[in-house]
């Protein structure tokens, strides 16, 4: 359970959305290093240059058992 506070703690510094499910539509940002031990960073697939790109944390499922 420390695991996921500190990834929630992360998300509320950092002012992001946060998710134990992937959201459709939404894919992993490949090469994303900087998400706590137990998340990863995912977005909705629009470009960075669109003003429409979000990002998000997912956390992984083996955290949450």
């Not at 959305?17 to 960073?41: F, H, N, Q, V």
Request: glycine fraction near 8%.
């Amino acid at each position: 359970m420390d695991e996921i506070n500190r990834i929630v703690a992360f998300a509320v510094k950092k002012d992001v959305e946060l998710y134990t499910d992937m959201p459709s539509g939404w894919k992993r940002i490949a090469g994303a290093l900087t998400a706590p031990c137990g998340s990863i960073w995912i977005c909705n697939g629009e470009s960075r240059f669109s003003g429409k790109r979000r990002k998000a944390l997912l956390i992984k499922k083996n955290c949450m058992e």
